[in-house]
Protein backbone atom coordinates (compact mmCIF):
# COMPACT_ATOMS: atom_id res chain seq x y z
CA UNK A 1 0.00 0.00 0.00
CA UNK A 2 2.67 1.99 0.49
CA UNK A 3 3.99 1.01 -2.54
CA UNK A 4 1.05 2.67 -4.58
CA UNK A 5 0.64 5.46 -2.78
CA UNK A 6 3.96 6.45 -3.03
CA UNK A 7 3.66 5.98 -6.95
CA UNK A 8 0.44 8.03 -6.60
CA UNK A 9 1.63 11.15 -5.25
CA UNK A 10 4.53 10.94 -6.49
CA UNK A 11 4.96 15.01 -8.89
CA UNK A 12 4.71 14.11 -12.28
CA UNK A 13 4.03 17.74 -13.62
CA UNK A 14 5.58 21.26 -11.77
CA UNK A 15 4.15 24.60 -12.45
CA UNK A 16 6.22 26.85 -10.43
CA UNK A 17 5.39 26.30 -6.86
CA UNK A 18 2.43 23.60 -8.29
CA UNK A 19 3.12 20.53 -8.57
CA UNK A 20 0.66 17.30 -10.59
CA UNK A 21 0.62 14.03 -9.21
CA UNK A 22 -0.98 10.44 -10.66
CA UNK A 23 -3.54 10.81 -8.20
CA UNK A 24 -4.69 14.21 -9.23
CA UNK A 25 -4.31 13.59 -12.32
CA UNK A 26 -6.55 10.31 -12.77
CA UNK A 27 -9.07 12.47 -10.45
CA UNK A 28 -9.01 14.69 -13.11
CA UNK A 29 -9.33 12.22 -15.88
CA UNK A 30 -12.41 11.17 -13.64
CA UNK A 31 -14.04 14.42 -13.36
CA UNK A 32 -13.54 15.73 -16.90
CA UNK A 33 -15.29 12.15 -18.34
CA UNK A 34 -17.78 12.59 -15.79
CA UNK A 35 -18.45 16.52 -16.54
CA UNK A 36 -18.20 15.63 -19.93
CA UNK A 37 -20.93 13.63 -20.08
CA UNK A 38 -23.39 15.62 -17.92
CA UNK A 39 -22.59 18.35 -19.91
CA UNK A 40 -24.22 16.52 -23.14
CA UNK A 41 -26.76 14.86 -21.26
CA UNK A 42 -28.18 17.96 -20.44
CA UNK A 43 -27.57 19.58 -23.69
CA UNK A 44 -29.80 16.79 -25.12
CA UNK A 45 -32.30 17.57 -22.66
CA UNK A 46 -31.98 21.29 -23.04
CA UNK A 47 -32.64 20.94 -26.54
CA UNK A 48 -35.53 17.91 -26.48
CA UNK A 49 -37.66 20.37 -23.99
CA UNK A 50 -37.37 23.08 -26.31
CA UNK A 51 -38.31 20.92 -29.38
CA UNK A 52 -41.79 19.82 -27.63
CA UNK A 53 -42.62 23.02 -26.60
CA UNK A 54 -42.71 24.07 -30.45
CA UNK A 55 -39.38 26.12 -30.56
CA UNK A 56 -38.02 27.23 -33.86
CA UNK A 57 -35.47 25.10 -34.74
CA UNK A 58 -32.91 27.45 -35.88
CA UNK A 59 -33.58 28.98 -32.07
CA UNK A 60 -32.68 25.68 -30.33
CA UNK A 61 -29.76 24.87 -32.16
CA UNK A 62 -28.58 28.59 -31.06
CA UNK A 63 -29.32 28.02 -27.67
CA UNK A 64 -28.04 24.51 -27.44
CA UNK A 65 -25.23 25.52 -28.80
CA UNK A 66 -24.39 28.22 -26.33
CA UNK A 67 -24.89 26.21 -23.88
CA UNK A 68 -22.34 23.89 -25.01
CA UNK A 69 -19.51 26.06 -25.44
CA UNK A 70 -20.30 27.79 -21.84
CA UNK A 71 -20.72 24.79 -20.58
CA UNK A 72 -17.31 23.39 -21.28
CA UNK A 73 -15.09 26.61 -20.82
CA UNK A 74 -16.88 26.41 -16.99
CA UNK A 75 -16.10 22.61 -16.65
CA UNK A 76 -12.00 23.67 -18.40
CA UNK A 77 -12.25 26.32 -15.66
CA UNK A 78 -13.36 24.07 -12.41
CA UNK A 79 -10.85 21.50 -14.05
CA UNK A 80 -7.77 24.12 -13.68
CA UNK A 81 -8.92 25.25 -9.91
CA UNK A 82 -9.34 22.13 -8.71
CA UNK A 83 -5.43 21.54 -9.55
CA UNK A 84 -4.74 24.91 -8.57
CA UNK A 85 -2.91 25.42 -11.94
CA UNK A 86 -2.61 29.20 -12.21
CA UNK A 87 -3.75 30.57 -15.98
CA UNK A 88 -0.26 32.56 -16.19
CA UNK A 89 1.16 29.11 -16.85
CA UNK A 90 -0.71 28.81 -20.28
CA UNK A 91 0.61 32.12 -21.11
CA UNK A 92 3.17 31.29 -23.60
CA UNK A 93 1.07 28.48 -25.07
CA UNK A 94 -2.08 30.74 -25.39
CA UNK A 95 0.55 33.56 -27.62
CA UNK A 96 1.66 29.97 -29.64
CA UNK A 97 -1.88 28.88 -30.69
CA UNK A 98 -2.92 32.30 -31.09
CA UNK A 99 -0.22 32.67 -33.89
CA UNK A 100 -0.92 28.90 -35.41
CA UNK A 101 -4.42 29.87 -35.84
CA UNK A 102 -3.78 33.48 -37.19
CA UNK A 103 -1.58 31.94 -39.88
CA UNK A 104 -2.96 28.44 -40.44
CA UNK A 105 -6.61 28.24 -39.23
CA UNK A 106 -8.31 31.30 -41.18
CA UNK A 107 -10.83 29.62 -42.97
CA UNK A 108 -11.58 27.79 -39.90
CA UNK A 109 -12.11 30.88 -37.76
CA UNK A 110 -13.62 32.47 -40.86
CA UNK A 111 -16.12 29.63 -41.18
CA UNK A 112 -16.64 29.47 -37.67
CA UNK A 113 -17.84 33.09 -37.07
CA UNK A 114 -19.97 32.79 -40.00
CA UNK A 115 -22.02 29.71 -38.92
CA UNK A 116 -22.62 31.88 -35.65
CA UNK A 117 -23.74 34.83 -37.95
CA UNK A 118 -26.04 32.22 -39.58
CA UNK A 119 -27.01 31.29 -36.00
CA UNK A 120 -27.90 34.70 -35.02
CA UNK A 121 -29.18 36.89 -37.93
CA UNK A 122 -31.05 33.62 -39.41
CA UNK A 123 -30.46 35.30 -43.31
CA UNK A 124 -31.27 31.00 -43.70
CA UNK A 125 -32.66 28.89 -41.82
CA UNK A 126 -33.01 25.53 -40.77
CA UNK A 127 -35.69 23.76 -43.24
CA UNK A 128 -35.01 26.50 -46.02
CA UNK A 129 -34.84 25.56 -50.21
CA UNK A 130 -31.31 27.15 -51.37
CA UNK A 131 -30.50 27.56 -55.14
CA UNK A 132 -26.85 27.87 -55.17
CA UNK A 133 -25.77 28.11 -58.65
CA UNK A 134 -26.55 24.78 -60.37
CA UNK A 135 -27.37 23.25 -56.31
CA UNK A 136 -31.13 23.53 -54.83
CA UNK A 137 -31.48 21.59 -51.75
CA UNK A 138 -33.30 21.83 -47.88
CA UNK A 139 -31.07 23.39 -45.26
CA UNK A 140 -31.13 20.36 -42.52
CA UNK A 141 -28.83 21.59 -40.40
CA UNK A 142 -26.39 25.12 -39.38
CA UNK A 143 -22.73 23.75 -37.86
CA UNK A 144 -20.20 25.86 -36.78
CA UNK A 145 -18.26 25.13 -39.43
CA UNK A 146 -20.41 23.97 -42.38
CA UNK A 147 -24.35 23.90 -43.42
CA UNK A 148 -25.73 20.74 -43.97
CA UNK A 149 -28.22 20.85 -47.52
CA UNK A 150 -29.97 18.04 -48.85
CA UNK A 151 -30.24 17.93 -52.71
CA UNK A 152 -33.59 17.32 -54.25
CA UNK A 153 -32.01 13.89 -55.44
CA UNK A 154 -31.07 12.91 -51.67
CA UNK A 155 -27.31 14.07 -51.85
CA UNK A 156 -26.04 15.88 -48.72
CA UNK A 157 -23.54 18.58 -49.02
CA UNK A 158 -21.94 20.18 -47.12
CA UNK A 159 -21.39 23.86 -47.73
CA UNK A 160 -18.86 26.32 -45.66
CA UNK A 161 -20.49 28.71 -43.73
CA UNK A 162 -18.40 31.53 -45.39
CA UNK A 163 -19.81 30.93 -48.80
CA UNK A 164 -22.92 31.77 -47.75
CA UNK A 165 -22.45 34.74 -46.51
CA UNK A 166 -19.69 35.61 -49.86
CA UNK A 167 -21.95 34.76 -52.61
CA UNK A 168 -25.06 35.23 -53.63
CA UNK A 169 -27.73 32.98 -52.48
CA UNK A 170 -31.36 32.72 -53.46
CA UNK A 171 -33.53 31.59 -50.25
CA UNK A 172 -36.86 29.94 -51.77
CA UNK A 173 -38.51 30.23 -48.32
CA UNK A 174 -36.44 33.14 -46.94
CA UNK A 175 -40.18 35.51 -45.93
CA UNK A 176 -42.98 32.56 -46.28
CA UNK A 177 -43.14 29.52 -48.74
CA UNK A 178 -45.29 31.40 -51.59
CA UNK A 179 -43.79 30.66 -55.21
CA UNK A 180 -45.17 31.91 -58.20
CA UNK A 181 -44.45 28.82 -61.24
CA UNK A 182 -45.31 28.90 -64.86
CA UNK A 183 -46.90 25.88 -67.23
CA UNK A 184 -45.78 26.91 -70.75
CA UNK A 185 -47.81 25.59 -73.79
CA UNK A 186 -48.72 25.72 -77.71
CA UNK A 187 -51.59 25.65 -79.40
CA UNK A 188 -52.12 25.03 -83.13
CA UNK A 189 -52.72 28.03 -85.45
CA UNK A 190 -56.16 28.98 -86.00
CA UNK A 191 -57.14 27.92 -82.52
CA UNK A 192 -59.79 29.94 -80.36
CA UNK A 193 -57.51 32.57 -78.21
CA UNK A 194 -60.16 33.17 -75.83
CA UNK A 195 -61.16 29.70 -75.81
CA UNK A 196 -57.97 28.89 -74.52
CA UNK A 197 -57.56 31.16 -72.41
CA UNK A 198 -60.85 30.11 -70.56
CA UNK A 199 -59.63 26.42 -70.60
CA UNK A 200 -56.06 27.56 -69.04
CA UNK A 201 -57.99 29.45 -66.54
CA UNK A 202 -60.74 26.53 -65.39
CA UNK A 203 -57.69 24.19 -65.04
CA UNK A 204 -56.05 26.52 -62.37
CA UNK A 205 -58.93 26.87 -60.88
CA UNK A 206 -59.94 23.51 -60.04
CA UNK A 207 -56.55 23.08 -58.77
CA UNK A 208 -56.63 22.81 -54.59
CA UNK A 209 -52.86 23.73 -54.56
CA UNK A 210 -53.14 26.83 -56.38
CA UNK A 211 -53.36 30.35 -54.53
CA UNK A 212 -56.12 32.43 -55.59
CA UNK A 213 -54.73 35.45 -54.43
CA UNK A 214 -52.32 36.17 -55.55
CA UNK A 215 -54.67 35.11 -58.86
CA UNK A 216 -53.54 33.00 -61.89
CA UNK A 217 -53.04 35.07 -64.80
CA UNK A 218 -53.01 34.05 -67.99
CA UNK A 219 -50.69 35.47 -70.51
CA UNK A 220 -50.52 35.36 -74.97
CA UNK A 221 -47.05 35.13 -74.88
CA UNK A 222 -45.88 34.94 -78.70
CA UNK A 223 -46.76 33.71 -82.53
CA UNK A 224 -44.06 31.05 -82.21
CA UNK A 225 -42.95 29.47 -85.24
CA UNK A 226 -45.43 26.26 -85.01
CA UNK A 227 -47.59 27.13 -82.23
CA UNK A 228 -49.32 30.09 -80.45
CA UNK A 229 -47.70 30.35 -77.08
CA UNK A 230 -49.74 30.45 -73.73
CA UNK A 231 -47.97 30.73 -70.23
CA UNK A 232 -50.40 29.95 -67.48
CA UNK A 233 -48.69 31.23 -64.44
CA UNK A 234 -50.09 30.23 -60.78
CA UNK A 235 -48.81 30.52 -57.09
CA UNK A 236 -48.61 28.17 -54.64
CA UNK A 237 -47.11 27.15 -51.10
CA UNK A 238 -44.34 24.92 -51.04
CA UNK A 239 -40.98 24.84 -49.52
CA UNK A 240 -39.09 22.33 -52.39
CA UNK A 241 -38.68 22.60 -55.62
CA UNK A 242 -40.26 18.72 -56.07
CA UNK A 243 -43.62 20.65 -55.00
CA UNK A 244 -43.22 22.75 -57.88
CA UNK A 245 -42.83 19.82 -60.80
CA UNK A 246 -45.87 18.57 -58.78
CA UNK A 247 -48.12 21.14 -59.33
CA UNK A 248 -47.20 21.72 -62.79
CA UNK A 249 -47.50 18.14 -63.57
CA UNK A 250 -51.77 18.20 -62.50
CA UNK A 251 -52.24 21.62 -64.41
CA UNK A 252 -50.62 19.91 -67.34
CA UNK A 253 -52.49 16.42 -67.17
CA UNK A 254 -55.68 18.74 -66.71
CA UNK A 255 -55.17 20.92 -69.60
CA UNK A 256 -54.38 17.76 -71.81
CA UNK A 257 -58.05 16.65 -70.75
CA UNK A 258 -59.31 19.84 -71.56
CA UNK A 259 -58.07 20.66 -74.90
CA UNK A 260 -58.95 17.05 -75.89
CA UNK A 261 -62.66 17.68 -74.78
CA UNK A 262 -62.78 20.95 -76.32
CA UNK A 263 -61.06 19.91 -79.60
CA UNK A 264 -57.99 22.41 -78.88
CA UNK A 265 -54.89 20.97 -81.15
CA UNK A 266 -51.62 21.28 -78.80
CA UNK A 267 -49.28 21.73 -81.28
CA UNK A 268 -46.32 20.30 -82.16
CA UNK A 269 -43.46 20.83 -84.94
CA UNK A 270 -44.08 21.10 -88.53
CA UNK A 271 -42.62 21.76 -91.88
CA UNK A 272 -43.81 22.05 -95.38
CA UNK A 273 -41.65 21.10 -98.22
CA UNK A 274 -41.86 22.26 -101.77
CA UNK A 275 -39.77 21.27 -104.50
CA UNK A 276 -38.98 23.29 -107.60
CA UNK A 277 -37.90 22.39 -111.18
CA UNK A 278 -37.81 19.00 -112.12
CA UNK A 279 -36.60 15.78 -110.93
CA UNK A 280 -33.94 13.81 -112.73
CA UNK A 281 -33.80 10.26 -111.49
CA UNK A 282 -30.84 8.24 -113.19
CA UNK A 283 -30.72 4.59 -113.97
CA UNK A 284 -27.93 2.79 -115.03
CA UNK A 285 -27.71 -0.49 -115.96
CA UNK A 286 -24.45 -2.81 -115.32
Not at 139 to 158: A, C, K, P, Q, Y
Amino acid sequence: METIDRVLHTPLIVFGDTSLDLAQLLYVGLFTLLGGLFVIATTRFLRNRLMARGTNPDVVQLITRAYLILAFVILAFMILDFLSVPLGAFAFISGAVAIGFGFGAQNIINNFISGWILMWERPIKIGDFLELGDVRGTVESINTRSTRIRRVDGIHLLIPNSYLLENTVTNWTLIDQVVRTTVRIGVAYGSDVALVTTLLQKAADENTKVMKKPARNVIFDDFGDNALVFDLNVWVTTDTESGLRGVRSELRYRIDSLFNEAGVVIAFPQRDIHVDGELLVRSQSH
